[in-house]
Antibody
C-alpha cells in the first residue's frame, strides 16, 4: 500500500525558509492531490495546501503569501517551502494523499520543525 | 472559508458508553465530511469518509451520519483503544478545514 515519509531540517531560524519533502512509495502519484497539514504542539490540525500531479495548487489563504509547493513524479516526491518563518510556524508537519473532494489518506508519520535561533 | 465547529471540545466516558460527537459546517458541504482519530504522537487515522462510509479496517462500532451542515460521529460502545482526539474535516472545497477536535478521555 502507499506509504508517505516526510524529511527535512528539524530546526529552522526565524525569517528563513522551511523546506520539507515527502517521499511516496508503494504506488503511483498520478491523478492524486498531495497535501501538507501541520499541527502545533497541543493544538489542532491546519491544512496548508495541496498540489496535483499537473502542478496545480491550492493553498490556505492564511499562508498563501509564504507557501509554495512543487512535485516531481519521476522521483516520487513532493515538497513544501514556507518562507519568513516565525516561532508560530513551529509544528509537526504531515504530508498526505488526497483525491478531489475525498479524505486525506494515507498520512506520513509527521516531522517536527522547530523555529528558533 | 468553510468553518467547522465541533462539540464538545472534550468529554469523559467509560468503557462501554455510547459516545456522540457533533460537527457543524458554516455552509452546506453535502456529504463531503470526514472523521479522523488521532492518538498522541501519531498521525491522524481516517475513520469515516463521505459522512457515513466506514474506512476499511475500522471497527463497526464507529458510525457517521449527516448531510448539509450537521454531522455526527458515534461510537456505539467505547473501547479502551478509542481514547483519543477526534477531528472532523470538510473536503467540499479548498481550503480544507478541520474542526477544533474532541478529546475523549477516561471517566
Amino acid at each position: 500500500q502507499v506509504q508517505l515519509q516526510e524529511s527535512g531540517p528539524g530546526l529552522v531560524k526565524p525569517s528563513e525558509t522551511l523546506s520539507l519533502s515527502c517521499s511516496v512509495s508503494g504506488g503511483s502519484m498520478n491523478s492524486y492531490y498531495w497535501s501538507w497539514v501541520r499541527q502545533p504542539a497541543g493544538k489542532g490540525l491546519e491544512w496548508i495546501g495541496h498540489i496535483f500531479t499537473t502542478g496545480k495548487t491550492n493553498y490556505n489563504p492564511s499562508l498563501k503569501s509564504r507557501v509554495s509547493m512543487s512535485i516531481d513524479t519521476s522521483k516520487n516526491q513532493f515538497s513544501l517551502r514556507l518562507s519568513s518563518v516565525t516561532a508560530a510556524d513551529t509544528a509537526i508537519y504531515f504530508c498526505a494523499r488526497e483525491q478531489w473532494q475525498a479524505p486525506l489518506d494515507p498520512w506520513g508519520q509527521g516531522t517536527l520543525v522547530i523555529v528558533s535561533s | 472559508d468553510i468553518q467547522m465547529t465541533q462539540s464538545p471540545s472534550s468529554l469523559s466516558a467509560s468503557v462501554g458508553d455510547r459516545v456522540t460527537i457533533t460537527c457543524r459546517a458554516s455552509q452546506s458541504i453535502s456529504t463531503h465530511l470526514n472523521w479522523y482519530q488521532q492518538k498522541p504522537g501519531k498521525a491522524p487515522r481516517l475513520l469515516i469518509f463521505l459522512a457515513s462510509s466506514l474506512q476499511s479496517g475500522v471497527p463497526s462500532r464507529f458510525s457517521g451520519s449527516g448531510s448539509g451542515t450537521d454531522f455526527t460521529l458515534t461510537i456505539s460502545s467505547l473501547q479502551p483503544e478509542d481514547y483519543a482526539t477526534y477531528y472532523c474535516q470538510q473536503s467540499s472545497s479548498p481550503p480544507r478545514t478541520f474542526g477544533q477536535g474532541t478529546k475523549v478521555d477516561i471517566k
